[in-house]
């Protein structure tokens, strides 16, 4: 059973381009979560999404961030119009039925670069 | 802010001795867990402890949790080099979503 696969695993971008993250989460895990981590820091909460629906997205910017969840495929995180301050590493996390609020399994997230 | 603090930022011990991180946070909670993350790399689940429950063991891991302070500790016993990362503990508190705290970063010297 692979983990949660993330990709890319590095993504640089140009100051105004768009960034499209990707992540494809455990087989039968149907819940989904983003977080942002800046050097040094701890993880910061972004969006919770389960197969076709936003759950919660307190944690999202409210401009120039959108996350999805579709039937078929992975889940995208989408940053239009990057600038500096989006550089970060993004992970992607996600968790069984029943259990989303026991225990997160992780990638090993996206490392964006904004040039 | 809901997130969790752990403390110290960073700890450094010998190869065979025991490291103890502290985390406090600021509501009521369902459970508490705590994290592992080597250096570029995801987190792991290490440990997971409920509201109702003061103490859990899984191998060289304790952890308690004391509600009444808001604060839980992680303690590992006979550390090894393979023990370096950081160390992070997560609070769920609303169904929805965990709260990181800023992370422990633990060097194991040889």
């Known amino acids: 059973n692979a983990g949660v696969m993330q990709n890319p695993r590095h993504l640089v971008r140009r100051r105004g381009q768009e960034a499209r993250l990707r992540c494809s989460p455990m087989k039968g895990h149907s819940h989904v979560y983003w977080y942002r981590q800046l050097p040094e820091e701890g993880l910061k909460f972004m969006v919770y999404?389960?197969?076709?629906?936003?759950?919660?997205e307190s944690g999202m910017p409210k401009e120039r961030f959108s996350a999805e969840f579709p039937k078929e495929g992975p889940s995208i995180l989408r940053i239009q119009q990057v600038v500096r301050g989006d550089s970060a590493a993004y992970f992607c996390?996600?968790?069984?039925?029943?259990?989303?609020?026991?225990?997160?399994?992780f990638g090993s997230g996206t490392q964006l670069s904004v040039l | 802010s809901q997130q969790g603090e752990e403390d110290p930022q960073a700890l450094s011990i010998q190869e065979g001795e025991n490291a103890t991180m502290n985390c406090s946070y600021k509501?009521?909670?369902?459970?508490l867990q705590w994290y592992r993350q080597n250096s570029g790399r995801g987190l792991v689940h290490l440990i997971l402890i409920r509201s109702n429950e003061r103490e859990k063991h899984s191998g060289r891991l304790r952890v308690t949790l004391d509600t009444s302070k808001k604060s839980s500790s992680l303690l590992i016993t006979a550390s090894r080099a393979a023990d370096t990362a950081s160390y992070f503990c997560a609070t769920d508190y609303s169904g929805n979503q965990f709260y990181f705290g800023t992370g422990t970063s633990l060097t194991v010297i040889p």
């Open positions: 509501t009521s909670i369902n459970n």
């Open positions: 999404l389960q197969k076709e629906n936003i759950i919660d």
């Open positions: 996390a996600s968790s069984p039925p029943g259990q989303q609020n026991e225990k997160l399994f």
